[in-house]
């Protein structure tokens, strides 16, 4: 079998150079200590496969929002400043083996489900449940819409301030993609009032 060779070569995102196109997809390890922070564990983790040889890795979903945001026991935080050191150190980990990181910055909307927040309403754009999840939520008032906004830009900010190489939205329909879920939101969505 011949070798895919542009797998390879090096390239660009952006700005931003990859020294090959070998890129490791977010996967929830649940790695994290019980409140969410990083732990020296979880970094170890990252540093294999970035010594391993992977150009870019996206870390996996880390919260905007501690209770409604999760959608698992153990989601990585960047809401609060005091996770920047170790955030820090997670990029420089994997910045000595010349590989790239990126941050899944994520709010799980309808799709968090009350254990795991703590039996405390879900939240959504719409009070439409999910056909998964089945819960009753509460729908975001626009107030609690702009301070999502605010923590998305303030977890973008940290993740800068910590020397990631960049930030990116979780995959599967999270909360800021849930706006555009039609048709449920289209009917429902509290931006239309
Ligand atoms: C254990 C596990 C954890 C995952 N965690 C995340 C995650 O945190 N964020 C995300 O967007 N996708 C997550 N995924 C989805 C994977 O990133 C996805 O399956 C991977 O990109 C492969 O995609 P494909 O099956 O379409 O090739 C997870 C998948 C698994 C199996």
Redesign the pocket.
């Given at each position: 079998m011949t070798k895919p060779q542009s797998l390879f070569k090096s390239g660009r995102i952006s700005c931003l150079p990859i020294r090959n196109r070998v890129v490791m997809?977010?996967?929830?390890m649940a790695l994290d200590s019980a409140y969410g922070e990083i732990t020296d564990y979880h970094i170890a983790y990252y540093e294999v496969r970035a010594r391993g040889g992977v150009g870019p890795i996206v870390m996996?979903?880390c919260l905007v929002e501690p209770t409604f945001g999760k959608s698992d026991f153990a989601n990585s935080r960047i809401d609060d400043n005091r996770f920047i050191p170790i955030m820090h150190r997670l990029a420089n980990a994997i910045h000595k083996h010349d590989t790239r990181i990126f941050v899944?910055m994520h709010h799980a909307g309808r799709q968090s489900n009350s254990a795991l927040t703590g039996a405390v309403q879900i939240v959504a754009p719409s009070p439409v449940s999910s056909p998964v999840i089945g819960e009753t939520l509460c729908a975001l008032s626009l107030e609690e819409i702009a301070d999502l906004e605010d923590r998305f830009v303030q977890g973008a900010l940290r993740c800068k301030m910590a020397g990631m190489d960049g930030v990116k939205r979780?995959?599967?329909r999270p909360c800021e993609q849930q706006f555009r879920n039609c048709p449920i939101e289209d009917q429902h969505c509290c931006l239309s009032s």
């Open positions: 997809p977010p996967l929830g996996e979903a899944q979780f995959n599967h």
